[in-house]
C-alpha cells in the first residue's frame, strides 16, 4: 500500500521561501515519476511540478523559476523548493505518483499560506 507524507507547509510572507517534504512508501520509488500538486479553497486538485526517474522535470507555468521539484531515492523522498512565493500559491500541498502508476490514496497534504 502506498503512504505519501507531506510536510513543510505553513504562514510565510509574500516573497518568502518555503521547502517542502514528501516521504513516500513506495516500491522501486527511484523508478516513478513523482509530482507535487495543490488545491486551493474552492477549486480543483492542479499539478504544480513533476519529476521522472530520469530527473527530467516540468512546472506549471505559474510556477516557472520560482518553484523546485528534487528528489532523494534514497530516502524515497520528493522536495518542491518554493521560492518568490506569492498570495496566489496559498493552498493544500500534495505529491503522489504520476504518469501510468499515478494517481495513488492522497495523504494528508501540508498547508501552504502566503499572507502579510
Known amino acids: 500500500q502506498v503512504q505519501l507524507v507531506e510536510s513543510g507547509g505553513g504562514l510565510v510572507q509574500p516573497g518568502g521561501s518555503l521547502r517542502l517534504s514528501c516521504a513516500a512508501s513506495?516500491?522501486?520509488?527511484?523508478?516513478?515519476?513523482m509530482a507535487w500538486y495543490r488545491q486551493a479553497p474552492g477549486k480543483q486538485r492542479d499539478l504544480v511540478a513533476a519529476?521522472?526517474?530520469?530527473?527530467?522535470?516540468n512546472y506549471a507555468d505559474s510556477v516557472k523559476g520560482r518553484f523546485t521539484i528534487s528528489r532523494d531515492n534514497a530516502k524515497n523522498t520528493v522536495y518542491l523548493q518554493m521560492n518568490s512565493l506569492k498570495p496566489e500559491d496559498t493552498a493544500v500541498y500534495y505529491c503522489?505518483?504520476?504518469?501510468?502508476?499515478?494517481?495513488?490514496?492522497w495523504g494528508q497534504g501540508t498547508q501552504v499560506t502566503v499572507s502579510s
Open positions: 503522489n505518483l504520476a504518469g501510468i502508476w499515478g494517481p495513488q490514496p
Open positions: 513506495v516500491n522501486t520509488f527511484r523508478l516513478k515519476t
Open positions: 519529476i521522472t526517474s530520469s530527473g527530467s522535470t
